[in-house]
């Protein structure tokens, strides 16, 4: 089966991409975060590392439904741009974003802080390596979900 032969890309719009690769790289960055943020933390939370895919899962499993149709936007919006670094830099910028939403909103969840306390957990370093964490695996989720895009683009270099 040629499963290259339903890919919509054209000279107008380089960077298209099928459902497949789409979701491909949806599920790729989104186990590419359960590995990194577990193994990140475990040198800051030592033995809590156990704990952190139990409260992961869920919540990057919401972050994945929620910011899928977002990704699949901005995709689509860049599908006509052949920049790598764009795209690169486009889904590096949505990853933080995710990162930043998904921990206010575990934050928020557990109860009501003081100012200082928000802060003090926005700028903890388990907070900025999950939002690091978030960042770098939508990066490898696209570079994922984008393999067929790149193996072609190397090749006419």
């Given amino acids: 089966v ?9 000279e107008s719009a380089p960077m298209d991409f099928t459902a497949e690769e789409f979701i491909r790289g949806a599920l790729a960055a989104w186990f590419w975060f359960l590995g990194i943020s577990t193994l990140a ?5 030592t033995l809590m590392v156990l704990v952190v895919p139990i409260y992961s ?7 994945l ?3 899928s149709p977002i990704a699949y936007a901005i995709a689509k919006g860049l599908r006509n741009v052949s920049s790598v670094a764009v ?4 889904f590096g910028l949505f990853g933080a974003a995710v990162g930043i939403a998904t921990m206010w909103a575990a934050t928020w969840a557990a109860g009501p802080l ?14 900025l390596v999950m939002v690091a964490a978030a960042s770098i695996s ?4 696209w570079r994922r979900g984008a393999r067929r895009i790149l193996l072609r683009k190397r090749a006419a270099w």
């Fill in 138 to 141: 939508v990066l490898l989720g």
């Fill in 87 to 90: 795209h690169m830099i486009a």
């Fill in 57 to 63: 899962v869920p919540w990057s499993l919401g972050a």
């Fill in 114 to 127: 003081s100012l200082e306390e928000c802060l003090a957990t926005f700028l903890s370093l388990p907070y």
């Fill in 65 to 67: 439904l929620v910011g």
């Fill in 2 to 10: 040629d499963r290259g032969a339903s890919r919509p890309r054209t």
């Fill in 41 to 45: 933390l475990a040198p800051v939370l």
